[in-house]
């Protein structure tokens, strides 16, 4: 069964993704719902398509993967899922809420509290040890159990003789590994990964994909993750393609 049916073929099936008041079992069922997103962007008097009405419909728990060439929208549509970018049109629901009506105060506390952000240059800060690094989303929202979780996520990466280093001690993959315990820390529900092997190489590409899976499979996150690589295929659950802002799989 293809998972990234398309609104229509959702309605087809009754399992309305974008109606208010579709059936609540199953929207439940969806981490992610994507409803006709357009992003455009005013360059130099004339609009950039990024979207051209992207429907986009990913089960909880499964780790889907969007590929396309360069520009085709893949890092538009993870941050227009993230809230970090805003959608001219349409709507995003992420876990039955819809993130394209929160005020931006809102918004950052959701983004806080749900979602988990790793990207293809680790954005370490590299002032802070590893430990730091993984502790800070946690020092930020002010939860309980720090250091409890901190060290639950730094075994969890393979990580923990790491822990008093700082990013430029360590090697690319092993930053990396800093970057998705980080983005762990607050048990996030949904992990945003844009091109997250893009500066490893392959060996080290796979040791990460294979930690992702780990991840999916046993922290019981969602994951959407943009590549160009296509090894990253061989772990995800599912492939979304773009193709200048438009979906071109079958979904
Ligand atoms: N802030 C922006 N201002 C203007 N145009 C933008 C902006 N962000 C993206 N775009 C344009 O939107 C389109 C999609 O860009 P996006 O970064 O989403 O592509 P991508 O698939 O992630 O590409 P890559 O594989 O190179 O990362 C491109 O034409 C890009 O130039
Ligand atoms: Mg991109």
């Known amino acids: ?22 059936a609540t079992a199953a929207i439940a069922e969806m981490a992610v719902e994507v409803i006709d997103v357009v992003r455009t962007y005013r360059v130099g008097g004339s609009d950039v398509m990024a ?7 990913v089960p909880a728990g499964k780790w889907i993967g969007v590929k396309g060439r360069s520009g085709s929208g893949k890092t538009t549509l993870l941050n227009c899922v993230g809230g ?26 959701w983004r806080r509290q749900q979602v988990g952000f790793v990207f293809q240059s680790f954005a370490l800060l590299p002032t802070l040890s590893a430990w730091e690094n993984i502790e800070l989303p946690i020092r930020i929202a002010g939860q309980k159990g720090r250091r409890a979780r901190t060290k ?29 315990a980080r983005a762990l820390a607050n048990h996030p529900r ?15 590409a796979r040791e990460i994909l294979s930690l992702f899976r780990h991840i999916v499979e046993t922290e019981g996150v969602t994951m959407l993750m943009t590549s160009h690589d296509p090894i990253v295929l061989e772990y995800v659950d599912e492939v979304v393609e773009l193709q200048d802002g438009q979906r071109v799989d079958n979904g």
């Open 1 to 22: 069964m293809n998972i990234f049916r398309a609104k229509s073929d959702l309605k087809k099936q009754n399992l309305q993704v974008a109606q208010p008041g579709a």
């Open 51 to 57: 979207l051209r009405a992207i429907n986009l419909a």
């Open 84 to 109: 970090l970018d805003h959608p001219n049109s349409g709507t995003v629901r992420c876990f039955g809420r819809d993130i394209t009506r929160m005020s931006d105060s809102e918004l950052t506390s």
């Open 152 to 180: 639950y996520c730094m075994e969890l990466v393979g990580l923990t003789k790491w822990a008093n280093h700082r990013p430029y001690e360590m090697s690319g993959g092993q930053q990396q590994r800093v970057a998705i």
């Open 190 to 204: 949904l992990i945003l990964a844009d091109e997250p092997t893009g500066e490893l190489d392959s060996t080290t």
